[in-house]
Nanobody, 116 residues
Framework: QVRLVESGGGLVQPGGSLRLSCATS????????LSWYRQAPGKERESVAA????????NYADSVKGRFTISRDNAKSTVYLQMNSLKPEDTAVYYC?????????WGQGTQVTVSS
């Protein structure tokens, strides 16, 4: 079955960096676009970044442009989110996601907390 497992979250000071990973299995990774979402306490889940199947096109939420970079390694069936210049407002649970046969799949999420 489809499986998405995020890792790499944690506590970081403002201005710091983290790299999230999402290891996947159960589907043809190279044939699917992948996305990162986040959900802060009391807020709706929002799209953060997305990447095409070949990794040749990406897009980002305005709030993270220039600070976050999404990438993928099709050989490892893994998608990444490099997060730099982190701000307290980036604090959230981060999820990777993909769509297959009209259904959106989610990982369990990884907590990112930006605080001094």
């Amino acid at each position: 079955q489809v499986r998405l497992v995020e890792s790499g979250g944690g506590l970081v000071q403002p201005g710091g960096s983290l790299r999230l990973s999402c290891a996947t299995s159960g589907f043809t990774f190279s044939g699917h676009a992948l996305s990162w979402y986040r959900q802060a306490p009391g807020k709706e889940r929002e799209s953060v970044a997305a990447i095409t199947t070949a990794g040749d096109s990406t897009n980002y939420a305005d709030s993270v442009k220039g600070r976050f970079t999404i990438s993928r390694d099709n050989a490892k069936s893994t998608v990444y989110l490099q997060m730099n210049s982190l701000k307290p407002e980036d604090t959230a649970v981060y999820y990777c996601s993909m769509i297959w046969v009209l259904k959106r799949y989610w990982g369990q999420g990884t907590q990112v907390t930006v605080s001094s």
